[in-house]
């Protein structure tokens, strides 16, 4: 094999590595993500609604 076909299956196999690494943090990140969401949905905090008196004259 000469170098530069090594070069190229060495850059081809590091590209194909880092895509994916960055689709499995992205995919974890939106996994978090919608966790996150789920467990904020869940807890639910009472509002009190204040009855506002209209401005007076």
């Known amino acids: ?3 530069a076909t090594a ?3 060495v850059s081809a ?3 194909a590595s880092i895509s994916l690494f ?3 943090s ?3 990140f939106i996994a978090q ?3 996150d969401l789920r467990a904020a ?3 639910r905090v009472p509002v009190r609604a204040e009855h506002r008196q209209p401005p007076q004259a």
Request: no cysteine; aromatic share 0%; glycine share 0%.
């Open 22 to 24: 960055s689709l499995v």
């Open 26 to 28: 992205i995919q974890a």
């Open 1 to 3: 094999m000469d170098p």
């Open 33 to 35: 993500i919608a966790s």
């Open 7 to 9: 070069k190229i299956l």
């Open 13 to 15: 196999a590091l590209v």
């Open 41 to 43: 949905k869940a807890v």
